[in-house]
């Protein structure tokens, strides 16, 4: 593995600016990247990102945009003065939304990710949403993923295997709910960072387990330790 695009992505998800400078000043950006959801940019927006940036991270954006085509084309336009390495878009968004979403990525060198189903949904809301099992939801949502030649989706730890069998091992996977580094908890779609990665995870992402230890730039070398070994 070389270290110029580390596996580990650390979500900070506090809109307090000195408490998200504290985590930052204690994390390496040749071990992470930095992740930026609606949280922290609706709070602390762009003047954030781009400290985030000169401080040397990489960023992956996870505003999960979901509107209609032309202005999510322009949103994602809109950060062509940030450096930002990936971003979320809403698969159910559709085709054309997911079109517009790669030519702006592209236009401002960055990769385009797509959110199948949120973890808080359930098999009874999908069914409500979608008229479609859980499984089925997410497997079509993918295959449109693919049909637009998306650079990569998010999917839980169980849907890994799902997406390897559908896009291959070429597009990025990153994996959230990933809650230890040997063992998992009994939360349904979590899994520990070696299992992931072992199960075909290219990136990790890894909030409280580490912006909430005791020592934070020691959980952040445990968990890359865990999985270079691999």
Do not use: W
Not at 46 to 67: A, M, Q
Not at 112 to 138: C, H, K, P, R, Y
Request: net charge negative.
């Amino acid at each position: 593995m070389h270290m110029t695009d580390p596996r580990i992505i650390v979500a900070i998800d506090t809109f307090d600016l000195t408490l998200a400078n504290i985590i930052l000043d204690q994390l390496d950006p040749n071990l992470c990247k930095i992740k930026i959801g609606s949280v922290v940019f609706n709070a602390l927006g762009k003047s954030f990102l781009k400290e985030v940036s000169l401080r040397g991270f990489k960023i992956f954006l996870d505003l999960k945009l979901h509107d209609i085509p032309n202005t999510v084309y322009e949103t994602i336009v809109g950060f062509h003065d940030c450096s930002i390495d990936m971003l979320t878009v809403h698969l159910s968004g559709g085709e054309e939304m997911l079109k517009k979403a790669m030519l702006a990525g592209k236009s401002i060198n960055a990769k385009v990710i797509g959110v199948s189903i949120l973890t808080s949904l359930d098999e009874v809301d999908t069914l409500a949403l979608f008229d479609n099992d859980l499984d089925d939801q997410i497997r079509y949502l993918f295959k449109i993923a693919i049909k637009v030649n998306l650079d990569g989706i998010v999917c839980s730890p169980l849907e890994l295997e799902l997406a390897n069998t559908i896009l291959g091992s070429y597009s990025i996977k990153i994996t959230p709910g990933i809650r230890d580094i040997k063992v998992g908890d009994d939360q349904a779609r979590t899994m520990s960072a070696n299992d992931a990665i072992e199960n075909g995870a290219t990136f990790l992402v890894i909030g409280r387990p580490i912006t909430q230890a005791e020592d934070i730039s020691k959980a952040l070398q445990n968990f890359n330790n865990s999985i270079c070994e691999k």
